[in-house]
């Protein structure tokens, strides 16, 4: 049975794909990350909060503006939450060396994260952004 702290980091995370990838809330973001994050998945010198922030404010919302995300599978266990999503929108501006097909555009997308304190602290994630 979920207990209370795996139920209050599911909604935590609901909140940061909703108000931060999709609805773009810088405020939410500086709520809802943790200042010494680490992205395990990115390169050690993109892996900070700012980078995380960078990427999604000014990378992946201006490259998808009318960006949305449906959320399939939301799994807590401890403190680390699991998210199976897909992000959907229109792919209007080159992203990551991948040119824009100014067409809709559909990204599956697993992340792990672990939750300390009410915030993110940690990311790993995959996804099939620029794969044929």
């Known amino acids: 049975m979920e207990d209370q702290l795996e139920t209050k980091n599911k909604e935590i995370v609901r909140r940061f794909n909703a108000a931060c990838i999709a609805g773009g809330d810088r405020d939410a973001f500086g709520e809802l990350v943790a200042p010494d994050f680490v992205d395990h998945t990115a390169p050690p010198e993109n892996a900070s909060a700012d980078a995380m922030a960078f990427f999604i404010f000014d990378l992946l919302r201006v490259a998808i503006p009318d960006l949305a995300i449906g959320i399939h599978d939301l799994i807590a266990e401890g403190d680390r939450v699991t998210t199976r999503k897909t992000f959907h929108g229109t792919?209007?501006?080159?992203?990551?060396?991948?040119?824009?097909?100014?067409?809709?555009?559909?990204?599956?997308?697993?992340?792990?994260?672990?939750?300390?304190?009410?915030?993110?602290?940690?990311?790993?994630?995959?996804?099939?952004?620029?794969?044929?």
Request: charged share 25%; net charge neutral.
């Open 91 to 132: 792919f209007s501006q080159d992203l990551l060396g991948v040119p824009a097909t100014k067409q809709r555009i559909a990204i599956d997308v697993i992340d792990i994260l672990v939750m300390r304190d009410g915030r993110i602290v940690e990311h790993w994630g995959m996804n099939n952004f620029g794969r044929p």
